[in-house]
């Protein structure tokens, strides 16, 4: 099981806004802005999309952002497009193990 | 461009040793700023990290993996690896090496992956 929680699926038309949460404790997500997102396509490499938490690295649209609540970060997709459909990945920085990742959120574009 | 290439054998035996290099082009593994790291994937599954070394000498591993793992950094070639022992079939998956954002405080934040290379454990 994972130390992050994360939805199996989310799914959005193409335009639309799509939101992954991402739910940690106060130990980990709740308490360090050291929270990132990957994105994964089938048989690559994960790519890096967000980290602390909203901070967009260079050549990543802004289409993606990154926010997060109490113990809940959320990666958003705005204006949804059919490339984006892939599998999510979250990750935390967590004391007891230093690096945690969600079980991951495979994203459909509709 | 930076670019890192995991390399090593795709078939270990239970309970043997499994090795892999990953081999950074474009730029110096010796930079103040870089951390590199080791993440795995059961086919199927998702990502788990392994552990992140400075060349510097520094190294963090997951608790779960602490006891088999050693993740060393070779100045001198460029390139790091990673040594996991007493290997079962659960060790198997893919293996990527990767960077640290340089400059982020975050241990979460790898920007360069390499494209990951599979190692099944099998007899």
């Known amino acids: 099981q994972s130390a992050l929680t994360q939805p199996p699926s989310a799914s959005g038309s193409p335009g639309q806004s799509v939101t992954i949460s991402c739910t940690g404790t106060s130990s980990d997500v709740g308490a360090y802005n050291f929270v990132s997102w990957y994105q994964q396509h089938p048989g690559e490499a994960p790519k890096l999309m967000i980290y602390?938490?909203?901070k967009r690295p260079s050549g990543v649209p802004d289409r993606f952002s990154g926010s997060k609540s109490g113990n809940t970060a959320s990666l958003t997709v705005s204006g949804l497009q059919a490339e984006d459909e892939a599998d999510y990945y979250c990750?935390?920085?967590?004391?007891?193990?230093?690096?945690?990742f969600g079980g991951g959120t495979k994203l459909t574009a509709l | 461009q930076l670019h890192l290439q995991e390399s090593g054998p795709g078939l270990v035996k239970p309970s043997e040793t499994l090795s892999l290099t990953c081999t950074v082009s474009g730029g110096s593994i010796s930079s103040s700023s870089y951390y590199w790291g080791w993440i795995r994937q059961p086919p199927g599954k998702g990502l788990e990290w392994i552990g992140t070394a400075y060349y510097g000498g520094n190294s963090f591993y997951n608790p779960s993996l602490k006891r088999r793992v050693t993740i060393s950094v070779d100045t001198s070639n460029n390139h790091f690896s990673l040594k996991l022992r007493s290997v079962t079939a659960a060790d198997t998956a893919v293996y990527f090496c990767?960077?640290?954002?340089?400059?982020?405080?975050?241990?979460?934040?790898?920007?360069?992956w390499g494209q990951g290379t599979l190692v099944t454990v099998s007899s």
């Open positions: 602390e938490v909203s």
């Open positions: 990767a960077r640290r954002v340089p400059g982020s405080g975050s241990p979460t934040s790898f920007d360069y």
């Open positions: 990750a935390s920085y967590a004391p007891s193990t230093n690096l945690v």
